[in-house]
């Protein structure tokens, strides 16, 4: 089983940046892809980006490509979402979670961090 912990959240004004960081524990090995979601109030929760765990290679969602960047430390277990030129629609709570060989869904979500953007 692997766990997933976000941090990084907050405040921040329309064109700033945020980084958010996801902690993974657990059974770490056992990782396919580690991706970012978010989830605005009274919406559904949208698929954000998602990065490979072993090879690296990214997928990101339209309304945030050439503006979020994700990235990974597997030293550290960790997955970076970085956020730029950020926009009042980006405002929501971010979640992270792990695809899992032989799962059919993405688990060990973590407790989700706010992302606030200001106008």
């Known amino acids: 089983q692997v766990s997933l912990v976000e941090s990084g959240g907050g405040l921040v004004q329309t064109g700033g940046s945020l980084r958010l960081s996801c902690a993974a524990s657990?059974?770490?090995?056992?990782?396919?892809?580690v991706g970012w979601f978010r989830q605005a109030p009274g919406q559904e929760r949208e698929f954000v980006a998602h990065?490979?765990?072993?090879?690296?290679?990214?997928n990101y969602a339209d309304s945030v490509k050439g503006r979020f960047t994700i990235s990974k430390d597997n030293a550290k277990n960790t997955v970076y979402l970085q956020m730029n030129s950020l926009k009042p629609d980006d405002t929501a709570v971010y979640y992270c979670?792990?695809?899992?060989?032989?799962?059919?869904?993405?688990?060990?979500w973590g407790q989700g961090t706010q992302v606030t953007v200001s106008s």
């Open positions: 979670a792990a695809y899992v060989f032989g799962s059919r869904n993405y688990d060990g």
């Open positions: 657990g059974r770490t090995w056992n990782i396919y892809t």
């Open positions: 990065i490979q765990w072993s090879g690296g290679s990214t």
